[in-house]
């Protein structure tokens, strides 16, 4: 099974709303990535936070981590029309060795 | 810095025939990922390298699947014959350390009919 699993799968929202993605995991991890796929594209890597990090920024990006709940959450703030992509969690498992795990993805579409 | 580079970006092929996908990794990264991605399965993981050698194959479908990295700058994945539910993208990323950013090539859309 999947690592990491986003909710929701797609969520769609108007130009200068916020978007908020969740993700869960299963193990313990070393640290947690987001990155973004735009159609037809490969994945662009977006912030990484590390276990004994609560919270980072990164623009209008702002990733939570809360390893009691195993879960994360990406906020997108103000959203514009080109944050339209599917986005992705990827957890390093302390498990795992030296290989990243990819979430199931949500896919974001902004209106314009 | 060009990133990474995969060779070709489109293929499509003939069931039963031979098809090799090519990855130029950045310039000084240690690791190099060969993912593949489908609706069904998503992202997948199917090999890895660690200074050119292949620390990880457990995500190779089977044995019709094949990959290699003769040197730090570049690697092929191979299928040997090739089958209609080989079709999907095939990603290249390296990495400077294995648990830090992944840079990921632009993919190979291989279409087996």
């Known amino acids: 099974s999947q690592q990491g699993e986003e909710d929701p799968q797609a969520l769609s929202i108007q130009e200068g709303e916020n978007a908020t993605m969740n993700c869960s995991y299963k193990t313990s991890i070393n640290n947690l990535q987001w990155y973004r796929q735009n159609s037809g594209r490969g994945l662009v890597h977006l912030i990484l936070?590390?276990?004994?990090?609560r919270e980072k920024h990164s623009g209008r990006l702002r990733v939570t981590l809360d390893t009691s709940k195993k879960s994360s959450s990406l906020l997108i703030t103000a959203s514009r029309a080109a944050d339209t992509a599917s986005y992705f969690c990827?957890?390093?498992?302390?498990?795992?060795?030296?290989?990243?795990?990819f979430g199931t993805g949500t896919r974001l579409a902004v209106r314009p | 810095d060009a990133g990474v580079i995969q060779s070709p970006r489109h293929e499509v092929t003939e069931m039963g025939q031979e098809v090799t996908l090519r990855c130029k990794p950045i310039?000084?990264?240690?690791?190099l990922f060969w993912y593949r991605q489908t609706m069904m399965r998503g992202l997948e993981l199917l090999i890895y390298?660690?200074?050119?050698?292949?620390?990880?194959d457990s995500g190779m479908p089977e044995d019709r699947f094949s990959a290699k990295m003769p040197n730090a700058s570049f690697s092929t994945l191979k299928i040997q014959p090739s089958e209609p539910r080989d079709s999907a993208v095939y990603f290249c990323?390296?990495?400077?350390?294995?648990?830090?950013?992944?840079?990921f090539g632009p993919g190979t859309r291989l279409l087996v009919l």
């Open positions: 310039s000084g990264h240690d690791y």
């Open positions: 990323a390296s990495s400077g350390t294995s648990r830090e950013t992944q840079y």
């Open positions: 936070i590390r276990s004994n990090e």
């Open positions: 390298f660690n200074n050119n050698v292949p620390i990880d």
């Open positions: 990827a957890t390093d498992a302390k498990s795992s060795g030296d290989k990243l795990t």
